[in-house]
């Protein structure tokens, strides 16, 4: 059974510093997605990683895929309020093994408060 | 504009009343499914479909039926909603093969009372 877990669940940050989020998972797969979310709100694609040593930037969120290590990373940089969010990863487990599983697992969210 | 309509936003709802949430996409995608969130539980899959007539159970299926008899349309039903079934659902689209990810919707609140 695929894992994915995020952490931290709850990250209270300052504006002006840096942090990561991580998302590990338990099974082969090369698609991660990033998905950010306000409350009551629907899921906003952030960013799109499908291989190996992928990384993409946008503003000052960085994620980046180690497909050996199952691990993804996002990253802050020099935080502001309007990053509050929830954050979430998701692996998508429609290729694995080459089947057609068509799920996509979700970790449970990385809540973030960026204070003043 | 390209998008995934999901209606209603919101619906109150009594125990055991049939229920439709629909779900909409103009993009011309294969795969379509349904996710409930609930706090401390995250986005579960209740069902998804990789193209017409072709679905599937997810990990979350009790209580739901889906139907996919046109590419655009994937509607979520719930024959006798119970209020274990009260939450926030999304419906996603996405293309088959590479793909750009997964489009939600704006999400439908349902509860039963």
């Known amino acids: 059974e695929l894992k994915v877990e995020q952490n931290p669940l709850f990250l209270s940050m300052q504006e002006g510093k840096n942090y990561t989020i991580y998302c590990n998972y338990s099974t082969t797969s090369d698609r991660l997605y990033w998905y950010r979310q306000d409350p009551g709100k629907s899921l906003e694609s952030l960013f799109v990683l499908l291989s190996n040593g992928a990384v993409k930037q946008e503003g000052r969120l960085m994620a980046s895929l180690d497909t050996k290590a199952r691990l993804s990373t996002l990253h802050i940089t020099a935080a502001v309020h309007d990053l509050s969010a929830t954050y979430f990863c998701?692996?998508?487990?429609?290729?694995?093994?080459?089947?057609?599983?068509?799920?996509?697992?979700f970790g449970k969210g990385t809540k973030l408060s960026v204070k003043p | 504009e390209a998008q995934v309509t999901q209606n209603p936003r919101y619906l109150i709802t009594v125990t055991g009343k049939k229920l439709t949430v629909t779900c909409s996409q103009n993009m011309n995608h294969e795969y379509m499914s349904w996710y409930r969130q609930d706090p401390g539980l995250g986005l579960r899959q209740i069902y998804y479909s990789m193209n017409v007539e072709v679905t599937d159970k997810g990990d979350v299926p009790e209580g739901y039926k889906v139907s996919r008899k046109e590419k655009r349309n994937f509607p979520l039903i719930l024959e006798s909603p119970s209020p274990n079934q009260t939450s926030l659902y999304f419906c996603?689209?996405?293309?088959?093969?590479?793909?750009?990810?997964?489009?939600f919707g704006s999400g439908t609140r349902l509860t039963v009372v």
């Open positions: 998701a692996v998508d487990m429609r290729w694995d093994y080459g089947g057609s599983q068509g799920n996509l697992i």
């Open positions: 996603a689209s996405s293309l088959m093969g590479r793909t750009d990810g997964y489009t």
